[in-house]
Every structure is written in structure tokens, then in C-alpha cells.
């Protein structure tokens, strides 16, 4: 069974301080990640995803998220926070050897940024 | 990019009505589509596989009868809340992903927040 985890239910930073919102995850085959965000009353919005090869992957708005197999994480990371980020940020996992199947995600992490 | 469009995106009604959401990929064909639901500041509950021409695949604890799906298209699903009740107040997100590929992200639309009475 496939299952994601993230800890904390909210993150708080000052804007242009460094971010990270962490995402561990558990799969039995293949791991395919994915961040989402989250705006009030709206739906998902694809971040950025790692499949294979380099371990730090860069995506959309400046956030990048680094894969680390032994420790089964993939964290999101920005280098500086903007007012604007604030929003619920999802991680979440597929098995890469099952197409088809939906993204299983975790319970969301609500990222708030003061200016 | 790969647009899914969902409608409505609010609906209000009585108890005991039937409702029918829409979900449309807009610039690709999708095989399967996704039901999720949403509680307040929840993670997204997923409630069923949906595939073109095909039975749904309901999770377990989701009424199939309750929640019916329908995916006659390759770019068209839609969930019917039958007989709906305030219990089913709720935000209802779909999501497609072109063709069976398991690297390619899932698309999702707006939500519908359905209310009811």
C-alpha cells in the first residue's frame, strides 16, 4: 500500500526567509512524486514532480523539492518565501509500476507567509 | 497545458435532490478520471477510478449507488450525487491524466462546493 506523510499542519515563515514543507512517503514498487498547491475554493495546481534521475528537481514559482531514497522524503524547499505562497501544499505519491492508478496524497501542509 | 474544466462550481440546493457534476479535459483525451473529496482543511479522500466506456471503481466505504459516475467519453465523467443529503456537503475535486502513463501528473479541476440543505 501506497501512504504519505506529512507532518507538520502548518508552516509559518517571514517573507524572504527559506521554506520547507516536508513530505515522506511510502510505496512498494517504484515512487513517483508530486507536489500540488492549493488556493481557497479552488483545485490543484501541479508544483513539480520527480520520476527518476537528478535527486533535485526544480518546478513551478521557484519551488524545488529534493528526493532522498534512503530517507524516503521529498521535501518542498523555496530559497526565499514570498507573501504570495501562502496556500495548502500537498505531497503526494504514485507507484510507478501501477499505471493508471490515482495520486495518493498527504493530508496537506497550510504554509503561511507574513510580510 | 493539460486543462480540466469542472462544473458547476457551486451548487445549493434541498435535501433529496440529485445533483450532477461535470468533468471535462478540455485539450486531451483522458482514459481514466479521478473523484476526490474534500473536508475543510483535509486531505483530498479519493472516492473513485473512473474509466471510459466501463464500471466505475469505487474506494472502499464510497455508495456506488449514492455516487454515481458516468465516463461515456474520452474527455467527459460525471458524478451524480443522488438523493443528496447535508452529509454530503462537501467540495468535490476531479482529476484526469492523458492517456495511462504513471509519470505524468493529474490534472485537476476547480471543485464544485456542493451544499445542501
Redesign the interface.
Known sequence: AQSVAQPEDQVNVAEGNPLTVKCTYSVSGNPYLFWYVQYPNRGLQFLLKYITGDNLVKGSYGFEAEFNKSQTSFHLKKPSALVSDSALYFCAVRDGNQAGTALIFGKGTTLSVSS | GAV?S?HPSRVICKSGTSVKIECRSLDFQA??M?WYRQFP????M?MA?SNEGSKATYEQGVEKDKFLINHASLTLSTLTVTSAHPEDSS?Y?C?A?PG????Q???????T?LSIL
Open positions: 480540466v469542472q482514459t481514466t479521478f482543511k483535509k486531505s483530498l479519493l477510478t467540495f475535486i482529476s491524466t495511462r502513463v504513471s509519470n501528473p493529474q490534472h485537476f479541476g476547480d471543485g462546493r
